[in-house]
């Protein structure tokens, strides 16, 4: 299983970017789908996540009401739509896939290579 991130680039504070993962390899049905930073100097952090076959959404406290998490099934692919971003979102945004419950969890075991986002102020 292959997860590709891509979306990233450089945005002014309160703008918004879309973030897409796609998925590719053999047929593939997470339990759940996830996003995850990891800034300079900072560990990695949880962001959303969304359980593939319902599309229920989990967010980080800090990032409820500015990111949105959703899917396409039929194109194995998962956004992030970030909205009002500031300064300190800026990292390195990782996709990630989970076989089992729980999809709020920093124990993924499928991740992408990652894209860089950085929000001037």
């Known amino acids: 299983v292959q997860l590709q991130a891509s979306g990233g680039g450089l945005v002014q504070a309160g703008g918004s970017l879309r973030l897409s993962c796609a998925t590719s390899?053999?047929?593939?049905?997470?339990?759940?789908m996830g996003w995850f930073r990891q800034a300079p100097g900072n560990e990695r952090e949880f962001v959303a996540a969304i359980r593939w076959s319902t599309g229920t959404t989990y967010y980080a406290d800090s990032m409820k009401g500015r990111f949105t998490v959703a899917r396409d099934n039929a194109k194995n692919t998962v956004y992030l739509l970030m909205n009002s971003l500031k300064a300190e979102d800026t990292a390195v945004y990782y996709c990630?896939?989970?076989?089992?419950?729980?999809?709020?969890?920093?124990?993924?075991?499928?991740w992408g290579q990652g894209t860089q986002v950085t929000v001037s102020s």
């Open positions: 990630a896939a989970r076989r089992f419950a729980p999809a709020m969890s920093s124990d993924y075991d499928y």
């Open positions: 390899g053999r047929t593939f049905s997470p339990y759940a």
